[in-house]
């Protein structure tokens, strides 16, 4: 008798999807086709280091192989860029603004005036001044005379305030056998203590108190001036006569100058208007600090400019008068009116000259 042969169709019910095809057993059988994947291909930033990567490797290499090449090329790029910007950073350092130049120019006084032939056109900062042209006839300050004492009773008497002459003196020195060229500052710091504070300070000794004296700094030290004792000097009268003159050492301190920038004093002593190689101020002028508690405003620059003073004011560099109050001159570089700030304007501009 022959045993019958099962059927291999399976009995359960296809799988879900699809239909189980005859004749491959239900154990087989893994379900309908399945779609296939998207294959997604690199990103941007990875095609971009693919890109770079053979480049690289085979830079790599040639710095391995040829050291002294490779420094040569980092040393010729990296030293002319380290030298433009050390150059920025100390020209950026060495550019201040009117208002950071105050307590340099001014110390602690309310003005700065500085007489001149003619009439001048009022500006809110010296530095601004307008030079050029032919200058009309100032009006005649009462007691104005020759000597710096007499001029500066006639400014007391128009101002109702303390002036305080300052100069700027060159000097000269040998320092071994080398001929040295000196700036003193002078001023009569130990009569106005207070009023010099921001001009100059005093670090040990004492105030000069006598032509023959000085107060020596440390870019005096540094030009080789000694920090005590004393040391010869050169000056020349206002006739053209030169004499040597020994300056006394009394103390050791730090001044500062304002002729267009800011630099370091190698001396401080008492203005000698006596010396022809002196700098009264940009003009050849006498120059004065007014010291008084109220502050300078425009109405006075403007005033005062009728009688040939240029005035440096504090309180109208910190608050100037708005473009369209002054009145300047069409060479004039002004900066449109729309803009935001006056001030700022101001703070940004540079001397300008006019022929």
Not at 27 to 52: D, E, I, N
Not at 131 to 143: F, L, N, Q, S, V
Not at 199 to 220: I, P
Request: charged share 20%; net charge positive; glycine share 8%.
């Amino acid at each position: 008798m022959t045993t019958p042969i099962p059927d291999p169709t399976p009995t359960s019910p296809p799988p879900a999807g699809g239909s189980q095809p005859h004749g491959i057993p239900e154990r087989r059988y893994a379900g309908p086709p399945r779609a296939a994947a998207s294959v997604t291909g690199p990103s941007a930033w990875q095609r971009w280091v693919a890109s770079w990567r053979v480049a690289l490797r085979l830079g790599r290499r040639d710095v391995v192989r040829h050291k002294g090449r490779s420094a040569l090329v980092v040393i010729m790029v990296a030293l002319p860029v380290a030298l433009l910007v050390a150059g920025n950073v100390l020209f950026s350092t060495q550019d201040i603004n009117a208002t950071e130049k105050l307590d340099y120019s001014l110390g602690t006084a309310q003005a700065r005036l500085t007489h001149e032939e003619g009439k001048v056109t009022p500006t809110p900062v010296e530095d601004y001044a307008f030079y050029g042209g032919e200058p009309k006839p100032a009006t005649p300050i009462p007691g104005w005379g020759s000597d710096v004492a007499v001029q500066a009773k006639a400014l007391e008497q128009l101002t109702g305030a303390k002036v305080v002459p300052i100069a700027t003196t060159s000097l000269e020195t040998r320092i071994g056998k080398r001929l040295t060229f000196l700036t003193a500052l002078g001023i009569d710091a130990a009569a106005h203590p207070s009023l010099v504070t921001g001009m100059a300070r005093l670090e040990s000794g004492r105030w000069a108190a006598t032509s023959s004296e000085v107060v020596v700094t440390r870019a005096g030290i540094g030009v080789g001036l000694p920090e005590s004792g004393s040391f010869d000097v050169t000056v020349t009268d206002t006739e053209g006569k030169r004499t040597t003159k020994t300056l006394t050492i009394v103390g050791i301190g730090e001044g500062y100058l304002t002729d267009y920038s800011v630099r370091p004093a190698e001396v401080v002593m008492l203005p000698d208007f006596s010396q022809a190689m002196v700098s009264y101020g940009p003009t050849g002028s006498a120059t004065f600090l007014l010291d008084r508690t109220a502050p300078v405003g425009w109405d006075e620059v403007v005033k005062w400019a009728d009688y040939g003073l240029r005035v440096t004011s504090r309180a109208v560099v910190l608050n100037p008068p708005d473009l369209a109050t002054l009145d300047l001159p069409l060479a004039w570089p002004i900066a449109p009116t729309s803009s935001p700030s006056a001030s700022s304007s101001w703070r940004r501009s540079r001397r300008s000259r006019c022929c």
